[in-house]
């Protein structure tokens, strides 16, 4: 199979806006700039994002949020100098526990609300004795219902 490239298409209310946001997130223009749409094609990571211009977007909805993982603690100060030259708000976290690994990230929200954080992996996994087996016992689902009480990464 040839590479691979993910493709994500959002909605968005102000197409320009979000132009700016994007160019500033990717730092890159993008390849194609129509009155209702923009398509950027992004080397690193592989993708392939579009915005659709909308009358109105659904914030919440099922996505919890988007991010792109980089090599180093570097790379993210990389972002974090990028998001503060264009102007973005922008939160930082340090040798956080977030999705049982231990990360240093930046977090950005686009003009439509869509969260996107910056991340890199420290320690891949911060519990690996609580690892379930394939198959759940009555145990290992009220663990489940405790665990959907506290949400990761958002």
Not at 32 to 47: E, M, N, Q, R, T
Not at 72 to 77: F, G, I, Q
Not at 127 to 134: G, K, V
Request: with cysteine; aromatic share 8%; hydrophobic share 40%.
């Amino acid at each position: 199979m040839a590479t691979l490239k993910t493709h994500v298409a959002l909605k968005v209310t102000n197409l320009e806006k979000s132009i700016e946001f994007y160019q500033a997130m990717f730092g890159v223009e993008p390849m194609k700039h129509k009155v209702d749409y923009a398509k950027f094609d992004i080397a690193s990571p592989p993708l392939n994002l579009t915005l659709n211009l909308a009358t109105s977007v659904v914030s919440g909805g099922a996505l919890s949020h988007l991010g792109v993982q980089v090599e180093s603690t570097e790379d993210v100060k990389a972002a974090i100098k990028r998001f503060g030259d264009a102007g973005l708000n922008l939160f930082t976290e340090e040798n956080t526990d977030c999705c049982y690994a231990l990360q240093d990230k930046v977090w950005v929200t686009d003009p439509d609300g869509n969260q996107w954080e910056v991340f890199v992996v420290k320690v891949a996994d911060t519990t690996p004795e609580q690892n379930l087996s394939t198959t759940v016992n009555s145990d290992d689902a009220s663990a489940v219902a405790t665990a959907l009480k506290k949400p990761c990464c958002a």
